[in-house]
């Protein structure tokens, strides 16, 4: 019985360690695709900084690239033409890979634990919305909206 057990975690081992491998398909080919015009900066504070310049809030994307929901969102809700005619008219949209160059430290600083999670920031980098797991159209949509309306209205405009 325990040599069985033994084979038997072994195969599940094997199988695992395969599937591993098998996860390391890079997201740049679905993202050179998208609509959405994602900003590519090493510095979160250069983000900011565009958005107070353009008076916009920032959107950040959360991915890995063997995760499989982040995929669909590249495949199927960045490449819709709506959606990113408004991502990119209100916001400043950032694709962070939460595995490499800054993206651990981001993730420690924005405390993001799950992929994909999606933040959407004021220009001074305060989380107004965060969503945990993939969004669709219509929720997208929704959070979109939703961190607008959590937006300061500037003093002088008061």
């Not at 005619?85 to 981001?106: A, C, H, M, R, T």
């Not at 220009?123 to 945990?132: F, N, S």
Request: charged residues 25%; glycine residues 6%.
């Amino acid at each position: 019985m325990s040599k069985s057990i033994f084979y038997f975690l072994s195969a599940c081992l094997l199988v695992l360690s395969a599937c591993n491998g098998s996860r390391m398909v890079s997201s740049t080919s679905t993202m050179s695709k998208s609509a959405v015009n994602f900003v590519e900066s090493n510095s979160l504070s250069a983000i900011l900084d565009q958005a107070e310049e353009e008076g916009k809030l920032v959107f950040v994307d959360f991915y890995a690239d063997w995760c499989g929901p982040c995929k669909l969102m590249d495949k199927d809700v960045f490449t819709d033409q709506r959606i990113a005619d408004e991502l990119n008219e209100n916001f400043i949209s950032y694709k962070v890979n939460g595995e490499k160059g800054n993206g651990p430290n981001l993730m420690g600083l924005l405390e993001v634990y799950a992929y994909p999670t999606l933040l959407f920031l004021d220009d001074q980098g305060r989380v107004l919305v965060r969503k945990e797991g993939a969004a669709y159209h219509t929720e997208l949509r929704r959070l979109m909206q939703e961190a607008l309306d959590r937006r300061e209205i500037p003093v002088s405009s008061r």
